[in-house]
């Protein structure tokens, strides 16, 4: 089982950034399929960004594209989410997920299977 813990969480104003980082355990995250999903009060999870293992190739919901951006380093472990231009409504609990095998043929969130997630960081965006 991967350990995943995610970080860079806090309070911001509507129209700042943050960056979230999420730290990895295993010998083989370069491997991983990984994943940004997240949780506001009352609702229900949601996808936000994902990055595949293989050619870097990314994924957004539509509500975050061109704000949003996904990135990993291999070496050190970690997979952060750069989150510009917030917006009250990005205000949420979230989570980073890992697909740890997924199929050589699969390079898009469409077909992970997310079997690792962490514990979550908490965002919340003033208006």
């Known amino acids: 089982q991967v350990q995943l813990v995610e970080s860079g969480g806090g309070l911001v104003q509507a129209g700042g950034s943050l960056r979230l980082s999420c730290a990895a355990s295993?010998?083989?995250?370069?491997?991983?399929?990984m994943g940004w999903f997240r949780q506001a009060p009352g609702k229900e999870r949601e996808f936000v960004a994902a990055?595949?293992?293989?050619?870097?190739?990314?994924d957004y919901a539509d509500s975050v594209k061109g704000r949003f951006t996904i990135s990993r380093d291999n070496a050190k472990n970690t997979v952060y989410l750069q989150m510009n231009s917030l917006k009250a409504e990005d205000t949420a609990v979230y989570y980073c997920?890992?697909?740890?095998?997924?199929?050589?043929?699969?390079?898009?969130?469409?077909?992970?299977?997310?079997?690792?997630w962490g514990q979550g960081t908490q965002v919340t965006v003033s208006s």
């Open positions: 997920a890992a697909d740890t095998d997924p199929s050589p043929n699969c390079h898009g969130n469409g077909c992970y299977l997310y079997d690792d």
């Open positions: 295993g010998r083989t995250f370069s491997r991983y399929a």
């Open positions: 990055i595949s293992w293989s050619d870097g190739n990314t």
